[in-house]
């Protein structure tokens, strides 16, 4: 059953809730925001967390333990977390699009993500060996196929 299309994001349980995530880690790189324009710029800067080659938290069940500002996609902030990546699921549905066809909800797995370039699977670099985040903006993760 696509539960995606016959529930809204609140009628979700947890399992469904989660499985909406593609595992892209997009939302695990660093950010920077201009303080004049307010723009926002994406890093390859990950979070020391994020496994650079399966493009996903090696400890998300504890994650908190290890990162205590990581911050949860929930029902009551997905509106507010405008630094999502537009190809992330919960901002999609949240906005009224499909998922993207790439998406392993359904295509059964990540491989079709990492085939279109929409991961973080060999592009990132950790977060604890970066000096200056600027000198890491990339464009990339802005990137959204469908």
């Keep these: 059953m696509a539960f995606w299309k016959e529930k809204t994001l609140a009628e979700m349980n947890t399992s469904e809730w989660e ?4 595992g892209c880690g997009k939302c ?6 201009d303080d004049e324009t307010e723009e926002l710029y994406y890093t390859n ?4 967390l994020l496994d650079p080659h399966e493009a996903h938290c090696i400890h998300y069940t504890q994650r908190f333990n290890f990162v205590p500002l990581c911050t949860q996609v929930t029902i009551d902030n997905v509106a507010e977390l405008t630094w999502l990546p537009d190809s992330c699921a919960y901002r999609r549905l949240y906005s009224g699009k499909s998922l993207p066809s790439w998406h392993p909800l359904l295509t059964g797995s990540k491989s079709e993500m990492h085939q279109q370039g929409m991961s973080t699977q060999d592009k990132i670099t950790c977060e604890t ?8 903006i990339v464009l990339w993760p802005l990137k959204d196929l469908d």
Excluded: F, G, Q, R
């Design 129 to 136: 060996k970066v000096k200056y985040m600027e000198d890491h």
């Design 45 to 48: 800067a990950a979070c020391k």
């Design 28 to 33: 695990c790189l660093n950010k920077i925001i």
């Design 19 to 22: 499985s909406l995530c593609d």
